[in-house]
């Protein structure tokens, strides 16, 4: 590490065995400062008590503190507090550690750095980038590194109301692990046996069922059928409020995993919500579920179909400027090859019955009643080649975990959706969108309001009713984040 008589300066990645994570940023803030102390002047400290005391709150956000050097901070400022003259060699040390741990959570509150995973992979999602050193440079000046810091954190509701819960989780962690059932065949009300008294231990412990319900005996009763369908509606379960097989592994998913689960997905919310307008389109992958959100309400909510786990949906955003009524489908040649190939040779008027025409070395199907598509299609162009879209398999929106396509997302009310979309021009009512599909023709329509479409993959968040909502994993995302997180604090 290059230090003048000055100050310091970043060329190496590591400090007293700490790793700089943001050195790039360090060496060019230090440049910027011409390699002048931040921290440190006239041998004394300002500020760092407000650091830390924003590193602490950052386990709040699901942040590791050992991203930040707090323990290496906190011994280099206390030997510097009880020295009359301060190693100075010691302080630009920590004077660069200080740095780097402001930049560093700066970084991860606001998600103005790289994500952690690359964009190439599904996971692309769209973030503003932040101005993390002059952020740091208007805190020193304005003594308030605390202040700047906190202010990064996303202030959206959906972010606070997770974030609280977390803290609620972590509460009850610190009592304990929250209690196991025992294995068994499905039991419902009027049972009676141990696992009714374990049942109610554990609903009372995450507060699906009420403290004084929590030693109420052997007995299914009916206050607790209700508290098992509560559970069940939070965490996207058939809500029969039976305990069969999959409500049985929901339940005995470890308080310390759900704690993960809740920390992984605040940082998906970091990576998108600096970015929502007032008016925006929402689809949450792993609650097969769209929303169309105006100044922070639901005004449209359905049910949709997204791809299978290993077609699975990607995550991005993208504005959306038009939708096409009675499309054709022009089928991927992966498709073609794994799917429509297979069903031609066991059966050779497979592609008349379908509507079905090659064009030259495509295929492609006619709009019409048995298009995949359906009647409606609506499109934000990306890198995916994913829209979403009508379909004839209406039956697929009464399952309850909905992961059908092969990418594309599936609506349950295309009509209502369009009808939103297009209530601004005047020359599409609902009824000349039904007119205009009667007729079989397929035609572009722009949106008057063109708005941005998030497909987003949240496991866990709050809902607007303020309950903690828990969703499965269906593609293994947590486990690949969790994964990448660990490696190393991103920048």
Request: one cysteine or more.
């Amino acid at each position: 590490m290059q230090k003048n008589a000055g100050g310091a300066g970043a060329s190496k990645k590591t400090i007293l065995g700490e790793q700089i994570y943001s050195a790039d940023l360090v060496d060019e803030f230090y440049k910027e400062r011409a390699y002048q102390p931040a921290w440190s002047h006239a041998g004394s400290l300002s500020q760092v008590d407000m650091l830390i005391k924003a590193v602490n709150e950052a386990d709040g956000d699901g942040l590791s503190s050992s991203y930040y050097h707090l323990s290496r901070i906190k011994s280099l400022a206390d030997d510097a507090g009880r020295e009359s003259f301060p190693d100075p060699t010691r302080l630009a040390d920590l004077d660069i550690l200080l740095t780097d741990a402001f930049l560093t959570l700066a970084c991860h509150l606001s998600a103005g750095c790289d994500n952690p995973l690359p964009a190439a992979s599904k996971w692309y999602a769209k973030s503003e980038k932040v101005d993390v050193a002059y952020r740091l440079e208007q805190a020193l000046g304005k003594n308030q590194i605390y202040e700047v810091l906190t202010r990064l954190r996303p202030g959206k509701g959906i972010y606070n109301r997770l974030r609280s819960a977390l803290a609620q989780y972590k509460g009850l962690a610190s009592k304990g692990e929250w209690p196991q059932l025992a294995a068994g065949p499905i039991f419902k009300k009027g049972a009676r046996s141990g696992r009714v008294v374990e049942l109610r231990k554990r609903l009372a412990a995450s507060g699906d069922l009420g403290a004084d319900e929590a030693t109420g005996g052997d007995k299914f009763d009916d206050r607790l059928e209700q508290a098992v369908i509560t559970f069940q509606k939070r965490h996207g379960l058939n809500n029969n409020g039976a305990v069969g097989p999959e409500t049985l592994i929901a339940l005995n998913v470890p308080l310390k995993q759900r704690i993960r689960q809740m920390e992984l997905n605040m940082e998906r919310l970091r990576w998108i919500l600096g970015n929502q307008e007032e008016r925006f389109i929402f689809v949450n992958i792993a609650d097969f579920r769209m929303r169309v959100i105006e100044k922070g309400k639901t005004v449209l909510t359905m049910k949709v179909v997204v791809g299978k786990p290993y077609q699975s949906t990607p995550i991005f955003t993208a504005q959306m400027n038009h939708l096409v009524i009675n499309p054709s489908w022009h089928i991927p040649r992966s498709i073609v090859q794994k799917e429509i190939l297979a069903k031609i040779a066991k059966n050779p008027n497979y592609l008349a019955s379908q509507n079905i025409e090659v064009v030259g070395n495509s295929y492609r199907q006619r709009p019409g009643a048995r298009n995949a598509l359906g009647r409606l299609k609506f499109m934000f162009p990306n890198r995916y080649d994913v829209y979403l879209h009508d379909t004839p398999s209406k039956g697929l929106f009464s399952k309850n975990v909905r992961a059908f396509s092969h990418g594309c997302i599936r609506i349950e009310n295309p009509l209502g959706l369009a009808e939103y979309l297009l209530k601004d021009n005047p020359r599409w009512t609902r009824d000349k969108i039904i007119a205009a599909i009667g007729k079989g023709t397929e035609q572009a329509v722009h949106l008057p309001k063109p708005l941005n479409v998030y497909l987003v993959y949240l496991t866990a968040w709050v809902d607007a009713e303020g309950i903690l909502q828990f969703r499965n994993d269906i593609y293994g995302r947590d486990k690949d984040l969790d994964m990448a997180i660990h490696k190393r604090p991103y920048i």
